[in-house]
Structure formats: structure tokens, C-alpha cells
């Protein structure tokens, strides 16, 4: 099992390990679990494979990456309970999804004959989208909108394998520096709640009437005191 | 036409009907009607057929999937007021759409060539995913997150389909039991509140704290309210 | 360069700029405006692309699409605060779009074989993918649950389309007055209201209940506020 491979299981296990405890927080039953985690783990190299046209998906034809899913999910039904922190945990398992995912992307990307450009954006697009698709079906606020750095971390790792790739560098070195920086970013984001400067309305706008009104405010508030509320 | 292909017309016109009466609920005009009816009749076959690289889409080739959606939705934009319980109408024709889909859907990723497994994820997607477009587009909650069964109904069909026919069963055999299956299961669950144990938290976690904290509980009792609502 | 191609063009930044102005609205930081502009510049012909099997879709060959989203994005990044009533500028940039990409999709489904009235579809798909992506991921009420016309805009120009090149006139031709008649129908839609007769209850049915159960007209209302704060 090369690198490439290895990071596709890494990946799989860790966004279906997010989906099912997105499952958890919405007390969903035991096949309720299997479907959010497998809809997280396979979701964003699906959508992948579909825009490189490499169908059947790779789910397809290796059943292992759904046993893989499945068994993730029972075991968590099971011991999510044990975790006191359970939607911090699903922000750290996200965060290692994504970094291997955007690495693992751009790799797909390149090796499907895709322009740099294009593969960067297929490796951010691996990282994001099954947490995308598992914020939307389960409805939770999407990881998306949070104010700390998220999209940055996965393009900062997918452009850095595809020009460590182009400068000659070997799949496996240049994949391990992208998950690596990848990682440190969106974990710095998460420990240190790293941010880049979030745009901001004219400063002689009246504040008075422009900010309540986009209500972006409000939403991170709220989004602020559900994530004190899910730290305990 | 065989089972399979009635099984298909089927599946298009109950889930056209959902998306018809899910219009209905946010009193779009008639192109609404007929917009949500296509996207939910032709969405879970549309996402399977991408899947396993069978394009252009089902619907591309053979014109009269989209007339039946068509059909369907002129006809119920001026029948719905007849319904007094539209919302238990549309879960009703939902359950039948997911019986004749996880059926349908397994024999034709079996029939693509997909390990067991994967058949049987090709048939729980063909099953849920026009009612996820259906949810997340009119902005319902999601049919998945109810408490009562729903995805095991599907799992159910899906299983049996592929277990039978690997079992040497014939396809029209193997997916008339699955079907009645399926809906037999989502049928009790709507009709009797047939749930499987829900994910519940550590027993010693203080209930005062944790349970209001994951928001699936306010969540349900506004959808248990909205759902007596929608008895009326 | 030709005509459709040039509409392609013009679909992809006017689509990239409302996703713009949704991250600003959300105040995203610069990658978020990137991202989000990329969503939706390319959602709606990915989606057309991939139904049509025609992969790897039509980005990843071109990186030129995706020069354009991240130029209108940075440029919106800082412009944005000098527009007073961003949301209508999304409204009305969302209309070039949706008249834009109406008949390149309709264009490219009659290319790829599809017969009229799939041809049809795959032009209102292409018109409004883009958006519903937007809408979804960025957490605005969906443009498609406006009581205004929307989608009737992208079906009587994806019909024209269709319909002039079976009557013989030319791609270029067909296109202008398509994309022509869905601004102006769109246009009109926002700039005077217009809009088909909604769905009504029954009139027998006692208003009192049925009206409110149905939560579309307090969604409508609170929408409406929203849009009367977006326009100062």
C-alpha cells in the first residue's frame, strides 16, 4: 500500500468518524449512523472521481473503503458516549480528513492529467465536500462559515503538493509536506483560533444599520454559544 | 417492460409526487411545482446512474421520465387542496418511491457490475437521494434526521434484492420481495412510530446539561409540532 | 471566440461575482470569497457537464473558468463595501447569469444529442445549479423559494433556445434571443414583481389554520425583511 492509498483510508475513517459523530449529536439510530458516515467518508473522492470522469467511483470496485465506513460507525454508536467532547473531536478528526484529502486530491488531479490549477482546486475539493455534504443532510452550521481558517488550510496543502510535484519532488515526500502543513494550519486554527481578516463593510457606513443586518453577527454568535455549549 | 423498468416509472412519479406536494407546502407557482417535481422524481436515479458511470443520465435518452414528472406535477397543482393531509400524503408516496428505488436501484448497480456491498449502496442511494435534493432545496427538515425508521427501510430492500439474486433468485422475484419489504418496514414505521434505538449519551452525564445541548431534542419537538400541524 | 463560448464566460464571472457577495455577506475571509465565488461560477455547468457525460468537465481542461472566479472574487473582496445594496446586485448579476447559462446549456445538451426536452432541462439545470449550490453551502434562503419568477425565467429561455434551432435558425441567433427574452422576463420579475398565481389552499379551507401551518408565508415575510435590510 503506497502513501496515496494510505491517505485515502486515513481519510475515509476519519471524515466517516466526523459523520457519525454528527449522527450522535442529532441521535440518530444505528443505521442512521452507518449512512451519515458513509456519506462523509466516500462523499468528497466521489464527487472527485465524478468531475476526473474516473467512474465507477472508487468505492466501487474496492468494497474495503465501505467495511471501513461501516465499522467506523458501529464502533463509535458504542463509544461516542465515552467522549466528553464530542463536536471538538469532530474538528480535530475533520481537520486530518482534510489534510489528507487535499493532498490525496491534488494527487488524483494530477495523475487524471489535470492542469495545476485544476488539480488544486480537485484536492480542495476531496477536503471539503464530504463535510460539506455532511453539514447540509444533518443540518448542522457549515464548517464552512466559521470564521476560523478552514478552505485556507486545504488550499495551502493541495497548492503545495502540486508545486512540490512540479519542482520534481516524489508523490510520497510531496504528500507528506502538504499534509503536514495542511494539518498545522487548520490546527492552529483550531487551538489558537488563527483567522485571516474576515471582510468587513466600509468604515463609514453606519454601523448602526449595516452590521445587524447581514446577519452573520447573530448566526456566529449563536454558532459561539453552541460550541460552549458542545465543549462540556 | 419488465419489473425493473415499471419499477423505475413507478419510483418517478411517487417521488415527482413528493416534490410536487413539498412545493405545495411553500405555495410556489406551477414551474415550481414542475421544477421540485423533476428534481426529486429523477434526482436518486440521477446520482446513481453518475455513480456508476452510466451517462448521459437515464432521463437523457428516454424523454417520457420527464413527461411523467411534468404530468405529475400539473396534475397535483391542481388537486393538492384537495388532500387535507398533504404532509402524511407526501410521506406516505415517499415511503412507496423508496421501496420501488432501493429495489430498482440495487439490480441496476448489481447489473453494472458492483461488488455485493456497493450494490447495495447504489440501492440505498438511488432510494434517499431525490428526497435529500427534495429537503435541502424547499428547505425541509430532512426526512432522514426523523426519529422513526426511514434509511433501514431502504438498507432492508437493497439487502434482500442483492442477497436474493445472489441466491439465484430471478430479478423479477428477488425485487417484488424486497420491495414489499421495504415497504412494509417504512410503512409500520410510519403507521406504528417503528423507531430503532436512538443513540442515547452516558447515562452519569448530567441530563440537564448535555441533553438540551445537542439541539436534536428542541429539533424534534418543533418537528413533532409542525408534523401535528400538518395533520390538520 | 464564439457566441457560446462568450456566454460561458459571462456565466461563469456574473455567477462567481453573487457568490462573492454571498461570502460577503457571510463576512468570509479572501479564500472563503474564492471559494465561494468557484461554487457557483462552475456549480451549474459541472453539474450540466457531468449529466451529459462529458468528463473531465469542462474546468479542468480550461483553467481560464477558474482564473476568472478567483479575479472577480479578489476584486469583490475589496470592492464590495462600495455597494450600498449588495443583495440586489447579487439579485440582478444572478439574472445576467441565469440568462446566460439558459442557453449555454440548452446549447450543449442539443450538442451532445439529447433530445428537446432534455435539452431543456439541461439548460434550467445549468441556469439554476449554480445558485441552489450558492444558496445551499452559504446558508441564504434559496433564490429558487421566492415568490417572484425564477425558474420560469430559465425554462421559457432554455425553451426558446431549443425551440428556435429546431426551427432552423442559427446557434448565435437562437442564443441572442433566448438569453434576451430570460433577462427580461427575470428582470421584470424583480424590478416589478411579477409572478405566476402561487399555489392556494383550498378557499373552503379555514384560513386560520391551514395558512400559517404551512410556514411558507412566515418564511416569506422574514425573507422580505431580510431584503428590505439588504437594501439600505
Known amino acids: ?44 473522492g466521489t464527487v472527485r472521481d465524478l468531475i476526473l470522469g474516473q467512474t465507477p467511483v472508487f468505492w466501487i ?29 469532530l474538528l480535530w478528526l475533520d481537520a486530518a480528513g482534510l489534510a489528507a484529502y487535499c493532498a490525496m486530491g491534488a494527487a488524483k488531479g494530477l495523475a487524471a492529467g489535470a492542469p495545476p490549477l485544476a488539480a488544486v482546486v480537485t484536492g480542495v475539493m476531496t477536503a471539503t465536500f464530504g463535510g460539506i455534504l455532511r453539514d447540509v443532510v444533518s443540518g448542522e452550521a457549515s464548517v464552512l462559515l466559521r470564521r476560523e481558517i478552514y478552505v485556507t488550510a486545504a488550499l495551502a496543502g493541495a497548492s ?10 516524489g508523490t510520497a515526500l ?14 492552529g486554527a483550531l487551538r489558537f483560533g488563527w483567522a485571516l481578516p474576515g471582510y ?19 448566526r456566529t454568535s449563536a454558532r459561539d454559544a453552541a460550541d460552549r455549549r458542545d465543549l462540556r
Do not use: W
Open 1 to 44: 500500500m503506497d502513501i496515496l492509498q494510505m491517505l485515502d483510508f486515513v481519510g475515509v475513517a476519519v471524515f466517516a468518524a466526523t459523520g457519525a459523530l454528527a449522527a450522535s449529536r442529532k441521535q440518530l439510530d444505528i443505521i442512521g449512523f452507518v449512512f451519515l458516515a458513509s456519506l462523509t467518508g466516500i462523499g468528497g
Open 61 to 89: 470496485a474496492n468494497s474495503a473503503y465501505l467495511a471501513v465506513c461501516v465499522a467506523v460507525a458501529v464502533l463509535l454508536y458504542f463509544t461516542a458516549p465515552l467522549f466528553e467532547y464530542r463536536y471538538r473531536l
Open 160 to 169: 503545495l503538493h502540486v508545486a512540490l510535484t512540479l519542482a520534481g519532488a
Open 174 to 187: 510531496a504528500a507528506a509536506i502538504a499534509v503536514a502543513a495542511a494539518f498545522a494550519v487548520r490546527g
Open 200 to 218: 468587513r463593510h466600509l468604515p463609514g457606513r453606519p454601523a448602526g444599520k449595516a452590521l445587524p443586518a447581514e446577519g452573520a453577527t447573530a
